[in-house]
Each structure stands twice: as structure tokens, then as C-alpha cells.
């Protein structure tokens, strides 16, 4: 699949992204609960600057590792892919809901806080079910950009509503229902790159 800009078939992966990424970090992601103890201690604008620029940098590993994958044969990369989607599905069923832990305010440069921010999520959380969905798009699809593109609105919009309704976001979306919703998700990616492998 092109990873151009013109056609439908780009934004298809794009949308197909967010979605899968999306449920998926809702669902086993904890770094909701981090965005929203950073959102207590900083000012909220600088904590969206530095959850832009960590999701965007992590997904751009996600999707450069699945990209070498691609190099391999293509029957490999469907299996690659087929298990990566199915260990996320696994990964999301047995995820436990963190317990939420308050954090204490603080006033500091906004340099600083930034940096606090974009280590904080930068440097944790590797090989969550979000990754390992946008690693297994490219790899599904043979592009990068738009899984990259997708995924990084997904967690966008998580750190988003995560820093805008805080923690009652899980008690609006009862933690049962998403981990059921992404599993899915995840399980119908993996069958549909094993429909591909069996048909090549």
C-alpha cells in the first residue's frame, strides 16, 4: 500500500490507526494516569507541547521497527503482523485498571516542567498495545506515515481527554467495555493478516 498523500486508501490507514490505537491506549495504557498527575502539577499548555512532541517520537520508533520488518518476506510480514495484532488483543484482555495516585503541585520553569513532561512520557510505557498496533499497521500496510500519523492523533487525543476530564474519563467509559471494544479490534486485524497470509 502507498504511503502517499492522494487517495482514499491513506487516510483509510490513517482512521484505521487512531481507531486501533486509540481503544487500545485506553484500555492498556497507564500513562492516562501520568498526563493527568502532570496536569495537576504544570501548566496544561505545556504538558500538551511535551505529550505532542514523546507520542509523536514513540510512535515514530513503532513504525520504523515495523518498517524493517517489511523488509523481510512477505509471508513472514503477515505473520509478524498477525501475531503482533493478536498479542495486543492478549495484552488488553488481561489488563488490570491502575490505581490512580495524586500528585503533589509544584512550581517550576516552564523549560524544566517540559522536560519533566516529555521524559515522564517518553521514557515509559515501551511496547504497550498501542505500539505494537501501530508497528503491526506498517507492517500490514507498508506504510509509515499514515500509521504514524493515526497513531500519534490517538494518543494525542488520549493525553487530551486525560488532561481534560482527568480521571472520571474511566467512569464514563467503564474499563470493561473498552477492553472488550480493543481486544476486538486487535483479534480482527490479526485474523484479516492471516486471511492475507493464507491467500499469497
Same mark, same amino acid.
Given at each position: 500500500?502507498?504511503?502517499?498523500?492522494?487517495?482514499?486508501?491513506?487516510?483509510?490507514?490513517?482512521?484505521?490507526?487512531?481507531?486501533?490505537?486509540?481503544?487500545?491506549?485506553?484500555?492498556? &495504557?497507564?500513562?492516562?494516569?501520568?498526563?493527568?498527575?502532570? %496536569?495537576? /502539577?504544570? /501548566?496544561?499548555?505545556?504538558? *500538551?507541547?511535551?505529550?505532542?512532541?514523546?507520542?509523536?517520537?514513540?510512535m515514530l520508533?513503532?513504525? *520504523? +521497527?515495523? #518498517?524493517?520488518?517489511?523488509?523481510?518476506?512477505?509471508?513472514?510480514? &503477515?505473520g509478524l #503482523?498477525?501475531?503482533?495484532?493478536?498479542?495486543?488483543?492478549?495484552?488488553?484482555?488481561?489488563?488490570?485498571?491502575?490505581?490512580? %495516585?495524586?500528585?503533589?503541585?509544584?512550581?517550576?520553569?516552564?523549560?524544566?516542567?517540559?522536560?519533566?513532561?516529555?521524559?515522564?512520557?517518553?521514557?515509559?510505557?515501551?511496547?504497550?498495545?498501542?505500539?505494537?498496533?501501530?508497528?503491526?499497521?506498517?507492517?500490514?500496510?507498508?506504510?509509515?506515515?499514515?500509521?504514524?500519523?493515526?497513531?500519534?492523533?490517538? +494518543?494525542? %487525543?488520549?493525553g487530551s481527554?486525560?488532561? %481534560?476530564?482527568?480521571?472520571? *474519563?474511566?467512569?464514563?467509559?467503564?474499563?470493561?467495555?473498552?477492553?472488550?471494544?480493543? #481486544?476486538? #479490534?486487535?483479534?480482527?486485524?490479526?485474523? *484479516?493478516?492471516?486471511?492475507?497470509?493464507?491467500?499469497?
Amino acid at each position: 500500500m502507498s504511503g502517499g498523500l492522494i487517495g482514499p486508501q491513506f487516510w483509510y490507514v490513517v482512521l484505521l490507526a487512531y481507531w486501533t490505537v486509540l481503544i487500545a491506549e485506553l484500555v492498556g &495504557d497507564r500513562s492516562m494516569y501520568t498526563v493527568t498527575s502532570l %496536569t495537576l /502539577r504544570y /501548566r496544561p499548555v505545556i504538558v *500538551l507541547f511535551a505529550l505532542v512532541m514523546a507520542f509523536a517520537a514513540k510512535m515514530l520508533v513503532a513504525v *520504523l +521497527l515495523g #518498517s524493517i520488518i517489511v523488509q523481510f518476506h512477505s509471508r513472514w510480514t &503477515d505473520g509478524l #503482523s498477525a501475531a503482533a495484532f493478536f498479542l495486543s488483543a492478549i495484552l488488553i484482555w488481561f489488563d488490570e485498571p491502575p490505581v490512580a %495516585t495524586a500528585a503533589a503541585s509544584a512550581n517550576v520553569h516552564w523549560p524544566r516542567a517540559a522536560a519533566v513532561c516529555f521524559a515522564s512520557m517518553f521514557l515509559t510505557e515501551w511496547a504497550d498495545p498501542g505500539q505494537i498496533a501501530a508497528a503491526a499497521l506498517t507492517v500490514k500496510t507498508h506504510s509509515m506515515l499514515a500509521p504514524w500519523l493515526g497513531g500519534t492523533l490517538a +494518543l494525542t %487525543t488520549k493525553g487530551s481527554l486525560a488532561m %481534560t476530564v482527568g480521571m472520571k *474519563l474511566r467512569d464514563r467509559l467503564p474499563h470493561g467495555i473498552l477492553r472488550i471494544l480493543a #481486544s476486538a #479490534s486487535c483479534l480482527l486485524l490479526g485474523f *484479516l493478516a492471516l486471511v492475507g497470509l493464507a491467500f499469497r
